[in-house]
C-alpha cells in the first residue's frame, strides 16, 4: 500500500520539510511538502535522491570487525559493544581517559542526539578530547564573537536589512545562511530592496545576484573589510549614538584601517576601486544590515580577524537589532532567552583546558583544534590519543589525507558508526552499522542550537519541527541508532551517563540547566531521549509533535527589551590580537611575497561546494543523480594560457603534494584562480580523476601556515600550478 508521509530532509543543516511516498515499507519518492510554512515545498537534488539513499545496495545492513590481517568480518552489534568496551577499559587503565578522543563530523546533522550522548560518554570516561569539524569550519565566528563581544539583541533578518553583505560564502548552493530556501529569500528580500553585497573570488550563483560584487584575490578579505571599515570612517558615517553607548575601542580602530586606502586595497585585493567605494556607500546609507560569512573568508588564513572585521563594521554603523526589533534567535525548542538592546562584553576566547600538546595550539570556544588531531595520535608521551570514536571522514575532510591515514593506522581502537565503507571505516576496528534518517525520529533542537554561536544555522523565526521514524531498517539488519553505540558502550562498562556538555558546548547561552540523568538498567527509546532533551524548551515534544508540517511557533516570538539601566558591558573594537594583526597584513611585502611565489605556484585554489554532493557523503550511490568526481574549474584565459582543454587530466601540484583532475571551463572565476571540492579522490595515494576524482587534501598541510590558536591551515588561496598530464595512464 502506497503512503505520503511528512517528515524533513537531515542532509544538510537547512532541514527542508518533505512528504516521503512509502511503499510496501520502502521509500520510493520525496518531494517538498508545500504546505510547511517558510520552504515552499523547496528541495535539492540530494534531499530527492533519500530514496536511493536508503535502497543503496552498498549500505551497510551490519557491523564489521577488522581482523589483523586487514580483513573484515561482520560482528553482531551486540557482540561489538562488548569488544569495544573491554578494549576501551584496557586503553584507559593502561593510558588514562585522555587517550580516548571523540571526533564529531557532519553526522550531527543527520542524528542530533548524537553529540549530546557521545558528549555524554566522554564525560564519563573523563576525557576531555572532544574535536568537531568545527575548528576546520568557520572557527573564526566563535572566537571573533568572544574578543569582540555579543549583542544581546541579535541580528536583522535579510528581509528586513536595507544591505545584505555575504564574505566568502554561496547560500544558493549550500543552503547555509538565509536558509530555509535560501535563494527565495535573496530573491524576495532583493525585491523587497535589499541591497546585496557578495565579497566572493568567483561569480557564484549567490554573486550573480548581487548589486555589488567584490571579486577579490582570494585571502584578501580582511584588506577589503578593513577597506570598508576606512571609507566608513572618511564618510563620518559611524553611529556615534550607538558607538558611544556601546563600545570601546574606536579611534585605535580607526588608527589602525587608516593604511587601509582605497588605492592600496584596490591595488592589494585587485578590485576596481568604483566597487568597493559603491559597497561602502551601501553600507554607509543602510540603517539595517544582514551579514553572513562563509568558509571562503575562514580558510584563506587570517579567519579570526576576517570575522572580527564584520563585527566591528556592524557595530560601528549600528546595525544590530534594537528595542522593540523582532528578535532572530527566539527559542523553541530549548529554554527561553530574553533578549536585551544591549552588549555582553568580550569574554575569554581561548586558553581552556585541555592543554593540546602539538604547535603551541589551543582550546578556545570553538573547540579543540582538530588541525591538531593526528598528530595528538601520532605523537608519544603522556596524553597520547589510542582510542577514537569518528563520527565523520577525516581521511576525506582532513588536511593532509597521507597524514590523517598514518595517524588513524596508529589507533589501538577507530571505532566508526556509519552507513557506508567510508575511507576511514575502512581503517576502524569496528565499523558500526547504523540506522539511516528516515529510520530515526528528531527534532530541530540541534540546529537551533547551533545557530546561537553560528548564524549560518538555525532559523530566523520560533520555528520546530518533529518527525518520526518513517521506515523500519531493511529486514535482516542489525542496525542500531547512532546514539546508541555511546550508550552501550557506557552500559557495558558500567558508566553512568548524563548530558549537559553537548548544548552547552555550542554556545553557553544555549545551557540547558540540569543535567539529564539517563537511567542505564533501562535503555531509553530515541522517543524518551528526544522528550528529555526537550524538558526546559519554550514548547514542549507533545506541542511539536501535533504540526506534522512544523510550525512557527508564533507564541515563542521575542522582542528586543530596554537594556538594563545598570548595563556597562561594551563591544570591543579594538581586541590587541586584531589590531595587531591587521598591523602584520600592512608590514607584509604582499607584491614581493607574489613575485617570488608566482614562478613556481602561479594559481590559487579555492574550495566551494557542489549542489548534488555533500562533502564526502554517498558518492556512489546507484540511481543517484550523484556528480561521481569533481573537476577543476578553470578560467577560460587560464586554459587557454597553459594550452588545456576542458576534458583534459590535468595535474595541480603544491608545494606539499600533486593530484589529478579532469578540467572545466569556468568563466566566472577570477582569472589565475582555480576551484576544486572537497569530499572526493581515491585512497591518499592513487589518482583516479574520472572516476573518483580529485582529493584537494592531499595538496594540503596542517603544520606550514595555520591560525595560531584553533589551528585552522591554510584551505583556500593555495598557491598551486597546473599542467597538462600527457599521458593519463592512472586516469580512470
Ligand atoms: N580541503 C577542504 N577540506 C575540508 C573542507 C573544505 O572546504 N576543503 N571543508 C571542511 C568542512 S566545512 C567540514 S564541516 C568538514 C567535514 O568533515 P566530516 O564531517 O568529517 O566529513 P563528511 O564528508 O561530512 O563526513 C560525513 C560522514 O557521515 C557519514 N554518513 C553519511 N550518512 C550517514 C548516516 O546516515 N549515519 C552515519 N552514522 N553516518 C553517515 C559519511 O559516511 C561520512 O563518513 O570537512 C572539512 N574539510
Ligand atoms: N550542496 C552542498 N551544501 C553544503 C555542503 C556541501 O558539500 N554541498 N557542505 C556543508 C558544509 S560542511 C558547510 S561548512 C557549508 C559551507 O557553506 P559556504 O561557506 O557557503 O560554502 P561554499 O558554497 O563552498 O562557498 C564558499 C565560497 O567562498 C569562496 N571563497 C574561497 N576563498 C575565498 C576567499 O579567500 N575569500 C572570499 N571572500 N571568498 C572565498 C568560494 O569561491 C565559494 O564561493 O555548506 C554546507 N552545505
Ligand atoms: S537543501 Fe537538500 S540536502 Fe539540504 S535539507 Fe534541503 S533537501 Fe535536504
Ligand atoms: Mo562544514
Not at 593502561?94 to 557521545?118: E, K
Not at 564525560?123 to 572557527?139: E, K, V
Not at 511557533?553 to 530596554?562: I, L, N, R
Given at each position: 500500500?502506497?503512503?505520503?508521509?511528512?517528515?524533513?530532509?537531515?542532509?544538510?543543516?537547512?532541514?527542508?520539510?518533505?512528504?516521503?511516498?512509502?511503499?510496501?515499507?520502502?521509500?520510493?519518492?520525496?518531494?517538498?511538502?508545500?504546505?510547511?510554512?517558510?520552504?515552499?515545498?523547496?528541495?535539492?537534488?540530494?534531499?530527492?535522491?533519500?530514496?536511493?539513499?536508503?535502497?543503496?545496495?552498498?549500505?551497510?545492513?551490519?557491523?564489521?570487525?577488522?581482523?589483523?590481517?586487514?580483513?573484515?568480518?561482520?560482528?553482531?552489534?551486540?557482540?561489538?559493544?562488548?569488544?569495544?568496551?573491554?578494549?576501551?577499559?584496557?586503553?584507559?587503565?593502561?593510558?588514562?581517559?585522555?587517550?580516548?578522543?571523540?571526533?564529531?563530523?557532519?553526522?550531527?546533522?543527520?542524528?542530533?542526539?548524537?553529540?549530546?550522548?557521545?558528549?555524554?560518554?566522554?564525560?564519563?570516561?573523563?576525557?576531555?578530547?572532544?574535536?568537531?569539524?568545527?575548528?576546520?569550519?568557520?572557527?573564526?565566528?566563535?572566537?571573533?564573537?568572544?574578543?569582540?563581544?555579543?549583542?544581546?539583541?541579535?541580528?536583522?533578518?535579510?528581509?528586513?536589512?536595507?544591505?545584505?553583505?555575504?564574505?566568502?560564502?554561496?547560500?544558493?548552493?549550500?543552503?547555509?545562511?538565509?536558509?530555509?530556501?535560501?535563494?527565495?529569500?535573496?530573491?524576495?528580500?532583493?525585491?523587497?530592496?535589499?541591497?546585496?553585497?557578495?565579497?566572493?573570488?568567483?561569480?557564484?550563483?549567490?554573486?550573480?545576484?548581487?548589486?555589488?560584487?567584490?571579486?577579490?584575490?582570494?585571502?584578501?578579505?580582511?584588506?577589503?573589510?578593513?577597506?570598508?571599515?576606512?571609507?566608513?570612517?572618511?564618510?563620518?558615517?559611524?553611529?556615534?549614538?550607538?558607538?558611544?553607548?556601546?563600545?570601546?575601542?574606536?579611534?585605535?580602530?580607526?588608527?589602525?584601517?587608516?593604511?587601509?586606502?582605497?588605492?592600496?586595497?584596490?591595488?592589494?585585493?585587485?578590485?576596481?576601486?568604483?566597487?568597493?567605494?559603491?559597497?561602502?556607500?551601501?553600507?554607509?546609507?543602510?540603517?539595517?544590515?544582514?551579514?553572513?560569512?562563509?568558509?571562503?573568508?575562514?580558510?584563506?588564513?587570517?579567519?579570526?580577524?576576517?570575522?572580527?572585521?564584520?563585527?566591528?563594521?556592524?557595530?560601528?554603523?549600528?546595525?544590530?537589532?534594537?528595542?522593540?526589533?523582532?528578535?532572530?534567535?527566539?527559542?523553541?525548542?530549548?529554554?527561553?532567552?530574553?533578549?536585551?538592546?544591549?552588549?555582553?562584553?568580550?569574554?575569554?576566547?581561548?586558553?581552556?583546558?585541555?592543554?593540546?600538546?602539538?604547535?603551541?595550539?589551543?582550546?578556545?570556544?570553538?573547540?579543540?583544534?582538530?588541525?591538531?588531531?593526528?598528530?595528538?595520535?601520532?605523537?608519544?608521551?603522556?596524553?597520547?590519543?589510542?582510542?577514537?570514536?569518528?563520527?565523520?571522514?577525516?581521511?576525506?575532510?582532513?588536511?593532509?589525507?597521507?597524514?590523517?591515514?598514518?595517524?588513524?593506522?596508529?589507533?589501538?581502537?577507530?571505532?566508526?558508526?556509519?552507513?557506508?565503507?567510508?575511507?576511514?571505516?575502512?581503517?576502524?576496528?569496528?565499523?558500526?552499522?547504523?540506522?539511516?534518517?528516515?529510520?530515526?525520529?528528531?527534532?530541530?533542537?540541534?540546529?537551533?542550537?547551533?545557530?546561537?554561536?553560528?548564524?549560518?544555522?538555525?532559523?530566523?523565526?520560533?520555528?520546530?519541527?518533529?518527525?518520526?521514524?518513517?521506515?523500519?531498517?531493511?529486514?535482516?539488519?542489525?542496525?542500531?541508532?547512532?546514539?546508541?553505540?555511546?550508550?552501550?558502550?557506557?552500559?557495558?562498562?558500567?558508566?553512568?551517563?548524563?548530558?549537559?556538555?553537548?548544548?552547552?558546548?555550542?554556545?553557553?547561552?544555549?545551557?540547558?540547566?540540569?543535567?539529564?540523568?539517563?537511567?542505564?538498567?533501562?535503555?531509553?527509546s530515541s522517543e524518551d531521549l528526544l522528550a528529555a532533551l526537550l524538558d526546559r524548551a519554550v514548547v514542549k515534544l507533545a506541542e511539536i509533535r501535533k504540526h506534522p508540517d512544523g510550525r512557527v511557533f508564533g507564541e515563542a516570538q521575542e522582542h528586543v527589551v530596554p537594556r538594563d539601566p545598570d548595563c556597562s558591558d561594551r563591544l570591543q573594537l579594538a581586541d590587541d590580537t586584531m589590531i595587531d594583526e591587521l598591523g602584520d597584513i600592512i608590514r607584509e611585502d604582499y607584491s614581493g611575497l607574489r613575485r617570488s611565489q608566482e614562478v613556481i605556484f602561479p594559481l590559487l585554489l579555492v574550495p566551494s561546494r557542489l549542489n548534488r554532493t555533500f562533502n564526502s557523503m554517498y558518492r556512489?550511490?546507484?540511481?543517484?543523480?550523484?556528480?561521481?568526481?569533481?573537476?577543476?574549474?578553470?578560467?577560460?584565459?587560464?586554459?587557454?594560457?597553459?594550452?588545456?582543454?576542458?576534458?583534459?587530466?590535468?595535474?595541480?601540484?603544491?608545494?606539499?603534494?600533486?593530484?589529478?583532475?579532469?578540467?572545466?571551463?569556468?568563466?566566472?572565476?577570477?582569472?589565475?584562480?582555480?576551484?576544486?571540492?572537497?569530499?572526493?579522490?581515491?585512497?591518499?595515494?592513487?589518482?583516479?580523476?574520472?572516476?573518483?576524482?580529485?582529493?584537494?587534501?592531499?595538496?594540503?598541510?596542517?603544520?606550514?601556515?595555520?591560525?595560531?590558536?584553533?589551528?585552522?591551515?591554510?584551505?583556500?588561496?593555495?598557491?598551486?600550478?597546473?599542467?597538462?598530464?600527457?599521458?593519463?595512464?592512472?586516469?580512470?
Amino acid at each position: 500500500m502506497t503512503t505520503v508521509k511528512r517528515s524533513f530532509c537531515r542532509l544538510c543543516a537547512a532541514y527542508c520539510p518533505i512528504e516521503v511516498t512509502v511503499d510496501g515499507g520502502r521509500a520510493i519518492a520525496v518531494r517538498g511538502n508545500k504546505r510547511a510554512p517558510l520552504y515552499g515545498g523547496y528541495t535539492c537534488p540530494k534531499g530527492r535522491a533519500l530514496p536511493a539513499l536508503h535502497a543503496n545496495p552498498r549500505r551497510l545492513t551490519h557491523s564489521l570487525k577488522r581482523l589483523p590481517d586487514g580483513s573484515r568480518v561482520p560482528i553482531s552489534s551486540a557482540l561489538a559493544m562488548k569488544e569495544i568496551a573491554a578494549k576501551l577499559s584496557s586503553i584507559i587503565e593502561r593510558h588514562g581517559p585522555r587517550s580516548v578522543a571523540l571526533y564529531i563530523g557532519n553526522a550531527v546533522t543527520l542524528y542530533p542526539t548524537t553529540p549530546m550522548v557521545a558528549g555524554a560518554l566522554m564525560g564519563a570516561i573523563g576525557s576531555p578530547m572532544s574535536f568537531t569539524a568545527g575548528t576546520l569550519d568557520q572557527p573564526g565566528i566563535q572566537i571573533a564573537g568572544a574578543l569582540h563581544g555579543i549583542w544581546l539583541g541579535g541580528r536583522t533578518a535579510i528581509e528586513n536589512a536595507d544591505v545584505a553583505l555575504i564574505v566568502g560564502g554561496n547560500p544558493l548552493i549550500s543552503k547555509q545562511h538565509f536558509a530555509q530556501n535560501p535563494g527565495r529569500r535573496i530573491t524576495d528580500s532583493i525585491a523587497g530592496g535589499t541591497k546585496l553585497i557578495v565579497i566572493d573570488p568567483r561569480r557564484t550563483e549567490t554573486a550573480a545576484r548581487a548589486h555589488v560584487h567584490i571579486q577579490g584575490r582570494p585571502g584578501e578579505d580582511a584588506t577589503i573589510l578593513a577597506g570598508l571599515l576606512h571609507l566608513i570612517f572618511a564618510a563620518n558615517a559611524v553611529d556615534d549614538a550607538f558607538v558611544d553607548l556601546n563600545t570601546e575601542g574606536i579611534y585605535l580602530l580607526r588608527e589602525a584601517v587608516a593604511p587601509f586606502t582605497p588605492a592600496y586595497v584596490a591595488d592589494r585585493a585587485g578590485i576596481d576601486r568604483n566597487v568597493l567605494d559603491e559597497a561602502a556607500l551601501l553600507l554607509c546609507n543602510a540603517r539595517t544590515a544582514a551579514f553572513a560569512s562563509g568558509t571562503g573568508s575562514t580558510m584563506s588564513m587570517h579567519g579570526t580577524l576576517n570575522c572580527y572585521l564584520q563585527l566591528c563594521i556592524q557595530s560601528v554603523r549600528g546595525f544590530w537589532a534594537r528595542e522593540g526589533e523582532r528578535f532572530t534567535r527566539s527559542r523553541v525548542t530549548l529554554p527561553r532567552f530574553v533578549p536585551k538592546a544591549q552588549p555582553r562584553g568580550p569574554f575569554q576566547a581561548w586558553g581552556f583546558d585541555p592543554q593540546i600538546r602539538i604547535r603551541g595550539l589551543r582550546n578556545s570556544v570553538a573547540g579543540l583544534p582538530t588541525g591538531a588531531l593526528a598528530e595528538e595520535i601520532l605523537t608519544p608521551g603522556d596524553g597520547q590519543i589510542r582510542a577514537l570514536f569518528c563520527t565523520g571522514n577525516p581521511v576525506k575532510a582532513f588536511p593532509d589525507s597521507a597524514l590523517t591515514q598514518r595517524a588513524l593506522e596508529n589507533l589501538e581502537l577507530l571505532v566508526t558508526p556509519t552507513v557506508e565503507l567510508t575511507d576511514t571505516a575502512v581503517l576502524a576496528h569496528y565499523v558500526i552499522a547504523t540506522k539511516m534518517t528516515l529510520e530515526t525520529p528528531a527534532t530541530t533542537q540541534f540546529q537551533e542550537a547551533v545557530g546561537i554561536a553560528h548564524p549560518g544555522y538555525g532559523w530566523e523565526v520560533p520555528y520546530a519541527a518533529y518527525t518520526p521514524a518513517l521506515l523500519s531498517p531493511p529486514a535482516g539488519a542489525d542496525v542500531i541508532e547512532d546514539w546508541q553505540l555511546f550508550y552501550r558502550v557506557a552500559q557495558e562498562m558500567g558508566l553512568q551517563l548524563s548530558i549537559s556538555a553537548a548544548i552547552d558546548a555550542t554556545n553557553a547561552s544555549a545551557s540547558q540547566g540540569d543535567d539529564i540523568i539517563l537511567d542505564m538498567a533501562m535503555e531509553p527509546s530515541s522517543e524518551d531521549l528526544l522528550a528529555a532533551l526537550l524538558d526546559r524548551a519554550v514548547v514542549k515534544l507533545a506541542e511539536i509533535r501535533k504540526h506534522p508540517d512544523g510550525r512557527v511557533f508564533g507564541e515563542a516570538q521575542e522582542h528586543v527589551v530596554p537594556r538594563d539601566p545598570d548595563c556597562s558591558d561594551r563591544l570591543q573594537l579594538a581586541d590587541d590580537t586584531m589590531i595587531d594583526e591587521l598591523g602584520d597584513i600592512i608590514r607584509e611585502d604582499y607584491s614581493g611575497l607574489r613575485r617570488s611565489q608566482e614562478v613556481i605556484f602561479p594559481l590559487l585554489l579555492v574550495p566551494s561546494r557542489l549542489n548534488r554532493t555533500f562533502n564526502s557523503m554517498y558518492r556512489d550511490v546507484p540511481g543517484l543523480a550523484s556528480q561521481p568526481a569533481n573537476p577543476v574549474r578553470l578560467h577560460p584565459s587560464d586554459l587557454v594560457r597553459l594550452k588545456i582543454f576542458a576534458g583534459d587530466v590535468v595535474e595541480i601540484r603544491s608545494p606539499h603534494g600533486a593530484v589529478q583532475a579532469i578540467a572545466a571551463e569556468d568563466d566566472r572565476l577570477l582569472p589565475g584562480v582555480i576551484s576544486l571540492s572537497h569530499g572526493f579522490g581515491p585512497s591518499p595515494y592513487e589518482h583516479a580523476p574520472a572516476s573518483a576524482g580529485a582529493n584537494v587534501n592531499r595538496l594540503l598541510r596542517i603544520d606550514d601556515e595555520f591560525d595560531r590558536i584553533t589551528g585552522m591551515p591554510r584551505m583556500s588561496a593555495v598557491p598551486v600550478a597546473v599542467c597538462k598530464v600527457e599521458h593519463a595512464e592512472t586516469a580512470a
